[in-house]
């Protein structure tokens, strides 16, 4: 089975644009528990709800694998897995390393999805001396003066950083100096790497303050509607000649909470892990 370091996934020369990337894994969870229920065929349609996207989305994303399914058939579902596992280059064998193993770093060894999808852990790193040697989901944790042994012997090149924020560049620096090209970044900081270098980011924190500004937004618009408010009942009227404003009167306000204008792409966007 070929290594990481010895072969890329060809979705950068072949032109799929990042967004249908960061989809497919979403198709792929969809379509390994449809083949867990030896379910043969898929419409469009089905996959997209079970995916959260809508299915002219999803055919567009299909159509840069070439896969376009087929009229009142559908997909195949076993051929969609294997076409999407080997265009995430998950048919081989990504050794991985985590750094930092506390809570975090442990909770991700102990994580059954890394070996089911491709991805085997090589090596349990931590700067702790007194870490050293103990078990960890059934590994020994090493110190990180082994580092550039565990990166070569290994052939590494997807590092797992778990460690506090102020020690993550400095981590950091060391994987890409090794070789290690792509990084899974855990810590509570933006990590800075040279070209080349890809870095995607996980903060619970930050998807949490995004849940809670949702959560604030929907109780303002329920507190404006008030409890029991009844639909306003247009009567026919004679028009009546509208008062001037008061001197020094500010210009009526629109709806609280809303805005004129929206962002960039005029709506709240998404995160995603850098």
């Known amino acids: 089975m070929a290594t ?13 644009p990042e967004a249908t ?15 867990e229920r030896s379910v043969p065929t898929v419409s469009s349609e089905e996959l997209a709800a079970a995916a959260g996207v809508n299915s002219a989305k999803l055919r567009k994303d299909f159509s840069y694998l070439g896969s ?5 058939v559908g997909y195949d579902v076993e051929y969609l897995v294997y076409q999407i596992s080997r265009e995430l280059g998950l048919t081989q064998d990504w050794p991985v390393v ?4 506390g809570n975090l770093g442990a909770a991700l060894a102990n994580y059954g999805g890394f070996a089911s999808r491709g991805f085997r852990v090589a090596a349990l790193i931590d700067a702790d001396p007194a ?4 078990p960890v989901a059934g590994m020994p944790v090493q110190h990180t003066d082994e580092l550039e042994r ?19 560049q400095q981590v950091c620096d060391r994987l890409v100096a090794l070789g290690v090209t792509s990084i899974l970044n855990f810590a509570p900081t933006v990590l800075s790497v040279p070209e080349g270098v890809d870095v995607r980011k996980v903060d619970l924190s930050i998807e949490l303050q995004i849940l809670a500004f949702h959560e604030q937004r929907k109780a303002g ?3 404006s509607a008030g409890p029991g408010t009844a639909p306003a009942v247009s009567t026919p009227a004679t028009p009546a000649t509208p008062a001037a404003p008061a001197a020094g009167a500010a210009p009526a306000a629109g ?6 204008k929206g962002g960039p792409d005029g709506d709240v966007p998404a995160v995603m892990p850098a």
């Open 21 to 35: 990337v960061a989809r497919l894994p979403l198709y792929l969870r969809a379509l390994t528990a449809l083949s």
């Open 131 to 134: 870490m050293a040697g103990k």
């Open 98 to 101: 985590i750094v930092g193993i």
């Open 255 to 260: 709806p609280a909470g809303r805005s004129g």
């Open 68 to 72: 376009y399914g087929t009229r009142g």
């Open 221 to 223: 618009e329920e507190t």
């Open 150 to 168: 565990i990166i070569t012997d290994n052939g590494v090149s997807i590092g797992v950083i778990a460690t506090p924020a102020g020690a993550a």
């Open 4 to 16: 990481g370091r010895t072969h890329r996934p060809a979705t950068r020369s072949r032109g799929i």
